[in-house]
């Protein structure tokens, strides 16, 4: 089994930033990934980043390009998402996920575990 712990939500006035953490333990392995999706009040879940961890291979949204990174944290098993010039639509429940294949994807369904979600807030 793998357990992710999301931190670093938050509310934050628009074109302010916050930095995510998902921290993973339990029987991961060198050849994974790690992704980002978020759900907006009355919106569907949505992709928005994701890194693989072996070949460090990154995606990212249209909607968050450029202003969002995804990245590898100093703590082992720790990704993190920086997100800068935030704006009110960025306002979600940030989930961070893990698959156990080292392609990275946005496709959701691929992603056999997830965190419990951060709330961010981003008023305008």
């Known amino acids: 089994q793998v357990r992710l712990v999301e931190s670093g939500g938050g509310l934050v006035q628009a074109g302010g930033s916050l930095r995510l953490a998902c921290a993973a333990s339990?029987?991961?392995?060198?050849?994974?990934?790690m992704g980002w999706f978020r759900q907006g009040p009355g919106k569907e879940r949505e992709f928005v980043a994701t890194?693989?961890?072996?070949?460090?291979?990154?995606y990212y949204a249209e909607s968050v390009k450029g202003r969002f990174t995804i990245g590898r944290a100093d703590a082992p098993n720790t990704v993190y998402l920086q997100m800068d010039s935030l704006q009110p639509e960025d306002t979600a429940v940030y989930y961070c996920?893990?698959?156990?294949?080292?392609?990275?994807?946005?496709?959701?369904?691929?992603?056999?575990?997830w965190g419990q979600g951060t709330q961010v807030t981003v008023a305008s």
């Open positions: 996920a893990l698959d156990l294949s080292s392609i990275a994807t946005t496709d959701a369904r691929r992603y056999r575990y």
């Open positions: 339990g029987r991961t392995s060198s050849a994974y990934t």
């Open positions: 890194l693989g961890w072996r070949f460090s291979t990154t």
